[in-house]
Nanobody
Framework: QVQLVESGGGLVQAGGFLRLSCAAS????????MAWYRQAPGKQRELVASITSGGSTSYADSVKGRFTISRDSTKNTVYLQMNSLKPEDTAIYYC?????????????WGQGTQVTVSS
């Protein structure tokens, strides 16, 4: 069974930084796109950043220049380096991956990790 496990969230002051990690495991053959989404209270889940297996990245306008997504394909792990954090970055951050495993192709989500930025 494929699982995505996030870590690295927490409480930080505005202007600070955090690094999120998400490790995928469980009978995985390949992962194409890995991504980070976030959902703030009362808002819809939004795409923060994504990275393909070839290393191409994409970012939401609100985080460009502050966040950096990267991945270690040998470990099926994706990272999100978040710098210059703002209170509006406060949200639950979710990892997402499109995975081909012995069960076939599917999208998977992590359980989420809370990021809180105080002003």
């Amino acid at each position: 069974q494929v699982q995505l496990v996030e870590s690295g969230g927490g409480l930080v002051q505005a202007g600070g930084f955090l690094r999120l990690s998400c490790a995928a495991s469980g009978g995985i053959f390949t992962i194409n796109v890995m991504a980070w989404y976030r959902q703030a209270p009362g808002k819809q889940r939004e795409l923060v950043a994504s990275i393909t297996s070839g290393g191409s990245t994409s970012y939401a306008d609100s985080v460009k220049g502050r966040f950096t997504i990267s991945r270690d394909s040998t470990k099926n792990t994706v990272y999100l380096q978040m710098n210059s954090l703002k209170p509006e970055d406060t949200a639950i951050y979710y990892c997402n991956a499109d995975v081909t495993s012995f069960r076939g192709f599917n999208y998977f989500w992590g359980q989420g990790t809370q990021v809180t930025v105080s002003s």
